[in-house]
Nanobody, 121 residues
Framework: VQLQASGGGLVQAGDSLRLSCVASGRTFNWYVMGWFRQAPGKEREFVAAIPWSRSNTDYADSVKGRFTISRDNAKNTVYLQMNTLKPEDTAVYYC???????????????WGQGTQVTVSS
């Protein structure tokens, strides 16, 4: 599975962004899709995940109520709608594909290249 993330940019606090991640290669529909982020000097952290059935979602506490993960299996695409952005959301955002619905990064076998999100105060 190859993953290509896009949609990052420089925004002000309170603004919104929508990240996209397009998958190619093996069947996208079977995979759990996740978003992670890594800020400078910090470890990669879980942001959100959604299973192929879209029956459930999971979010980090820091983004609950502000971020929404969704997927369009027909387009092999997963999205991360980010609202009310804060400076602490500044990071490189990565999409990932795996077989388990989990917030553990090690369970995701495939990773995109990352897209930079910078939120100014």
């Amino acid at each position: 599975v190859q993953l290509q993330a896009s949609g990052g940019g420089l925004v002000q606090a309170g603004d919104s962004l929508r990240l996209s991640c397009v998958a190619s290669g093996r069947t996208f529909n079977w995979y759990v899709m996740g978003w992670f982020r890594q800020a400078p000097g910090k470890e990669r952290e879980f942001v959100a995940a959604i299973p192929w059935s879209r029956s459930n979602t999971d979010y980090a506490d820091s983004v609950k109520g502000r971020f929404t993960i969704s997927r369009d299996n027909a387009k092999n695409t997963v999205y991360l709608q980010m609202n009310t952005l804060k400076p602490e959301d500044t990071a490189v955002y990565y999409c990932a594909a795996g077989e388990r619905f989990t917030n553990f990064a090690g369970a995701y076998a495939y990773w995109g290249q990352g897209t930079q999100v910078t939120v100014s105060s």
